[in-house]
């Protein structure tokens, strides 16, 4: 009997000690409704610092190995005069893609010719020498344009838009607590993101008639918005 009793205490025990561990673990009701989720944004504008300018050839022929041979030529003296005033940071120069791709004709199946095309990209902060280079690269036309912020401007104006809309959140959050009845609020939960800066397209066919008249291109950076959102949930006390 003594036995039966010990082991009937024990079991009490135990589920006592269970229903105290669940009950410190749950959270209480009251924190549950007294949960408020809201958000809040702020924007930055800051003119695009970084012009990429991607400028192409193409040669057509009836030999895969001239086209190849001639757009290579191409290619390669644009290269050259563009490494001539390549400047780090402010004017890179990279080459970009390189195809040979049959042509077939209009009712056979039959390869009549190859087409080729390369690339040669410009990159970089001084916007006017690039734009002055691509006019004056005669072998290539310009093909693509767009701009983008640099890592340290971006960096800059996402930190000052997150501090702007983490302010707007604290406020809102201390606003909405007082109107509900309380005295104030702590924060449970938050995510902080931000959006990517779209660029502005430059007119083609203005680009390349200007590339062909061997002026500067003409460009226009306008400016970038980096938005910054804030979402989370805060705790009202009372």
Known sequence: MARTN??????????????????????????????????????????????????????????AAAVQAQLR???????????????????????GGFSLSPRYGPKSVAIAGWVGHGEVVLEGRDMSAIAQLAGRLGTLTVARVGYSLARD????????????????FR?????????FGYAGYAVREVNVGSSEPISPPLPRMRA???????????????????????????????
């Not at 390669?76 to 990279?94: I, M, N, S, T, Y």
């Open 6 to 63: 010990t082991i009937a205490w024990i079991s009490g025990a135990a589920l006592a000690a269970c229903s105290a561990a669940h009950a410190q673990s749950a959270a209480p009701a009251w924190q549950v409704n007294d949960t408020l989720t809201l958000s809040a944004a702020a924007s930055q504008e800051v003119p695009f610092d970084v012009l990429t300018m991607t400028l192409s050839a193409t040669r057509e022929g009836t030999d």
């Open 73 to 95: 030529q191409a290619i390669d003296a644009a290269l050259v005069e563009a490494r001539k005033v390549h400047r780090p940071g402010q004017l890179d120069v990279r080459s």
């Open 153 to 168: 401007t971006r960096e800059r104006v996402e930190s000052d838009a997150a501090a702007q809309a983490i302010a707007k």
């Open 171 to 179: 406020a809102r959050a201390a606003d909405y607590a007082k109107l």
């Open 208 to 238: 390349m008639a200007a590339a062909v008249a061997s002026e500067p291109i003409p460009v226009e950076a306008g400016k970038a918005s980096v938005t910054v959102q804030v979402n989370g949930s805060v705790l009202m006390t009372r």
